[in-house]
């Protein structure tokens, strides 16, 4: 039997699936009795607009929370919109660490690289073996500190590719990349994954609401 929505976690991601709780369905049941093509609309569009509004709400809180542009935790949600006969969405996020140059614009200065609040001091921003710009520090640096750089990437045997790596970046190696943990963002999850079940029976209503306005204009014949 369907409990309502609900989260399940594992170590690289939350999965949060959205879907009625059995009290809430008896209105949709009998609407679906006298007219199911047009109760599963209204079911299926309730659904994908709180998928929205739950992507907007994880993307805003965990950026505040955790400093990170919006854009790049964006990246991190994927939504699955009911498909077919389903009765349920799903909203996936990626919990693995990101990369710093992702969560805001980095800037280079004299004593390494700021972004979005965070300071590497002895970093740098540029392009390693041919690969999109990154933080990176190199490990012999007197100011690298594997704390500072948690699941950090290292490069340490630049000889392997040597003729796909920027020739100015060769005499850095051993380097270290600068990465941003997300483990804190899971009792976010949990916080707004209580509210789902609010947001979807509201819109639920709205969405059952139009469906019977249809019905009306069409006098009755919905099927």
Known sequence: MSVGSYYKQSAAGGMI???ARPEDLAFL???????????AAAQRR???KTLGWLRTHIARAVSQQERIAQRAVRQRLRSYAPKGGESSG?????????????IGRPRQGRA???VAGRRYRGAFYGRVYGSGEDIWIRTASKHFNAKDYPAAEL????????G????EMYHRFPLAKAKVLLDDVRPLFDSWVRRVDQRLLELLKQELNFELLKLIKRGGNGR
Do not use: C, H, Y
């Open 155 to 162: 490069t340490s045997n630049p000889k392997a590719r040597r």
């Open 112 to 114: 390494g690289v700021s």
């Open 17 to 19: 699936t959205i879907q």
């Open 29 to 39: 049941k009998r609407m679906a009795e006298l007219t199911p093509k047009a109760a």
């Open 164 to 167: 796909s790596m920027d020739a």
């Open 46 to 48: 309730a659904i994908n």
């Open 90 to 102: 799903k909203l996936w996020f990626g919990i693995n660490p990101i990369e710093a140059s992702r």
